[in-house]
């Protein structure tokens, strides 16, 4: 057996030998219906925290952290960012009390939770359901924020995060390609060479008085080699609340064009504001439209909650009974109404929608059900959970580089929060050492894995995989850690 094939039992628990690869959305909801109470041991007489292989061969991942959260109720985040009014807060160096115990490139993995909407997207023959089920993954790609108010740490320069899920479909390898601007670059691909998906992204934060916003930058690409179609997109704007006093709270707002460069098609979503009575907290409407600009479905919902698709007709006349303050359908997760509009309703978890129902409209797409002790855990969803867990025997593996190695957020994730906050002091330290020191010697920093470049469809400067991460020969990575 070779390295990599041994790593794919490390991380995922399969036998490379045995497994197929093969993955489905059903492979998807068996791997959460596997998930067990994490005080508990588990049938095979492991405790929380180790390695469990099921009896089909599926692994379990952990379901909770090592340590709850770290209470932010003794600190003030104005003491910090009173002097930072209109700064770029990249350049700010925050206590890590407002972090949560995961570097931004695990943050960006999490796009890959909803992968099942590329294997649906994949398997449809309809450009417009193909165009659909893309849409929905990018609008699930932000509902893990929901609600999630901290901050993930700044990657260090030359930092990288795997993961590999053979249950899944997929490996994802990302890189800090920057850090003055700070710039995360990323590489997906499908196990079966279905689908590739990649880009870059460098948020620009601002500190307006009382709300922190990240304003999106970057092209995020999605290539279905089967139907030979490359979509592209840029994220919403995210926008934190009430840093000064209040409860925290976030939003979503702008507008998000997904063009599919092979047809023409276009599909334009509005994250809405929220407004001055909140009536449109979380709000997402837009439309799918054709290379003619024929407008061919609406698509509205929460990107906190579901997302829906009805014909343009149908959402027209709605809208005009609404306005004549005619009577409304509220929808209700009850098997009758969701079986009636969707066949694989059985896929989706029963969570309360407060989205107004128009009769006839598709279900595309529905957030998880997050973790009863998620509330202790940072908010984060099942999958979260999962990103920075480190098994016996992978430190051999991984690139030295990767962000399940970072002793600061490994020490937050324990509740070690002092030595923590020193590692974290430590590496930040020694980052501007070794810059200085290149600036001493002009020697410019080189990327491992990415290279700059143009974006093939949108012919704009991009990050692109320059390839080799899985060869696994990590001789040459940078001392960062």
Request: hydrophobic share 30%; aromatic share 10%; glycine share 6%.
């Amino acid at each position: 057996m070779n390295s990599e094939e041994e790593f794919y039992d490390a991380v995922t628990g399969f036998d490379s030998d045995n497994s197929s690869g093969d993955f489905s959305e059903a492979n998807h909801k068996v791997a959460e219906m596997l998930d067990l109470d994490p005080h508990q041991s588990n049938r095979n007489g492991k405790h929380n925290g180790e390695t469990e292989i099921q009896e089909n061969g599926i692994k379990r991942h952990r379901t909770s952290l090592p340590a709850p959260m770290f209470s932010r109720s003794d600190f003030s985040v104005w003491s910090i960012l009173k002097k930072c009014i209109g700064l770029e807060l990249s350049k700010i160096t925050m206590p890590i009390v407002f972090n949560e115990p995961l570097s931004f490139l695990q943050r960006i993995t999490e796009y890959m939770e909803h992968i099942y909407l590329i294997n649906k997207a994949c398997s449809h023959a309809d450009p417009l359901e193909r165009m659909q089920a893309v849409a929905a993954f990018a609008v699930s790609a932000v509902a893990s924020q929901w609600e999630r108010t901290g901050k993930p740490f700044n990657p260090l320069l030359g930092e990288t995060y795997e993961l590999t899920r053979e249950d899944l479909g997929f490996r994802f390898i990302s890189e800090q390609v920057s850090h003055h601007p700070p710039i995360s670059a990323f590489y997906s691909e499908g196990l079966n060479k279905d689908f590739i998906f990649h880009g870059s992204i460098y948020p620009k934060l601002k500190f307006w008085g009382k709300s922190i916003e990240a304003e999106p930058r970057g092209t995020i690409t999605l290539e279905l080699l089967k139907h030979n179609e490359a979509y592209t997109w840029t994220n919403p704007t995210c926008c934190v609340h009430n840093v000064i006093i209040g409860k925290l709270w976030l939003e979503q707002y702008g507008t998000v064009e997904i063009v599919n460069h092979s047809t023409g098609d276009k599909c334009v979503l509005n994250f809405k504001p929220c407004g001055l009575f909140g009536k449109e907290l979380h709000r997402v409407e837009g439309y799918i439209q054709d290379k003619n600009r024929k407008k061919l479905c609406v698509i509205y919902g929460k990107w906190t909650e579901c997302l829906w698709c009805t014909d343009p007709t149908t959402y027209e006349t709605y809208k005009k009974n609404e306005k004549r303050g005619g009577e409304q359908k509220k929808l209700k997760p009850s098997e009758d109404v969701i079986k009636s509009e969707n066949d694989e309703a059985d896929d989706m978890p029963e969570v309360q929608d407060t989205v107004q129902f128009i009769p006839g409209s598709k279900l595309l797409w529905r957030i998880n059900s997050r973790p009863p002790n998620s509330s202790q855990m940072y908010n984060f969803t099942s999958f979260a959970v999962s990103l920075n867990e480190l098994e016996k025997g992978m430190e051999a593996i991984l690139a030295p580089t990767d962000c399940r190695l970072r002793p600061d957020i490994r020490n937050m994730e324990n509740g070690n929060m002092d030595v923590a906050s020193k590692e974290k002091e430590r590496l930040e330290e020694k980052q501007r050492a070794a810059r200085k020191e290149r600036a001493k010697d002009e020697v410019e920093w080189h990327t491992r894995w990415f290279h700059q470049g143009t974006n093939p469809y949108t012919g704009t400067s991009d990050w692109l995989y320059s390839g080799g991460y899985f060869d696994r020969n990590f001789s040459d990575c940078p001392d960062i850690y």
